[in-house]
């Protein structure tokens, strides 16, 4: 647990993207274990739940049918097929979190990033990039699970996918652990403490001295 405080003025959006096999789940993990308030957003999907996986936590997992019915209604501030399913961020969750006053992260590639920034100015954008494309390779390897043909196809991808990093607000290199998260962390307590986020606070501060 941080000694620093982070409750306090309005929530916070912190969309995160990163080329896959970066360390983004990772990272934002090892954040969210240091601040119990602020979580990854709830999305939509068409998926079925994989063992462990919670309704409402993990996802909110509707039938392929519903979610296109959704989609069609522009209940989505963004959404993807991914692998075949459906998956999306629903503007009724985001909506709920700022009048919550919730810290999230959101986990979108840098196309759902860009649908959020236009609805959502006030959020923040860090981009988690690998410290060296070879070790990008390593890591999508280590992870197993693919053939040749895959690794290749995700390796191009997220080279490609790098080239959107120009708009983001910060950029975290993974290339120790414990320095990356300790960077998405600062960023997290500065972005928490920009003066625009503690108006009420700043506020009641100076009415309580008069
Ligand atoms: P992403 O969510 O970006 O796809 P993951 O968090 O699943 O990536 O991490 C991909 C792999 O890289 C995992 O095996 C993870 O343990 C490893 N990894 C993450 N960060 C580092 C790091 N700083 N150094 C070495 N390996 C890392
Ligand atoms: P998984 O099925 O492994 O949970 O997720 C598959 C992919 O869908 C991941 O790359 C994940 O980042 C992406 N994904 C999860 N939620 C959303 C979402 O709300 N919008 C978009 N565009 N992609 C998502």
């Known amino acids: 647990m941080s000694r620093f405080s982070t409750t306090g003025g309005e929530g916070l959006f912190l969309v995160v ?19 119990p308030g602020l979580r990854f957003s709830t999305s939509y999907t068409s ?18 049918e519903e979610f ?3 989609a069609c209604r522009g209940e989505f501030v963004e959404w993807a097929e991914n ?16 009048e919550d006053k919730r810290d999230v992260f959101l986990d979108v590639d ?3 990033a860009k649908a959020i ?27 197993g699970h693919e053939d040749e ?9 997220a080279v490609a996918e790098m080239g959107e990093v120009v708009w983001y607000d910060y950029v975290v290199f993974n290339d ?14 500065a972005e928490k403490n920009r003066r625009s986020r503690r108006k009420a606070d700043i506020e009641k501060l100076i009415i309580d001295r008069r």
């Open 17 to 35: 993207s990163a080329p896959s096999g970066t360390g983004k789940t990772t990272i934002c993990r090892e954040v969210m274990k240091m601040y």
């Open 47 to 64: 998926r079925p739940p994989r063992p462990g996986e919670v309704n409402g936590r993990d996802y909110f997992f509707v039938s392929r």
């Open 68 to 70: 296109e019915a959704m």
């Open 83 to 98: 692998y075949g399913q459906l998956y999306g961020t629903a503007v009724s969750v985001l909506d709920a979190y700022v």
């Open 110 to 112: 840098p196309r759902g």
């Open 117 to 143: 920034k236009a609805r959502y100015p006030d959020a923040v954008f860090v981009f988690i990039l690998p410290p060296s494309l070879d070790e990008l390779k390593n890591r999508l390897k280590n992870r």
């Open 149 to 157: 043909e895959a690794l290749k196809r995700r390796f191009g991808n």
């Open 176 to 189: 120790t652990l414990p320095e990356a998260v300790d960077l998405l962390r600062a960023i997290y307590l």
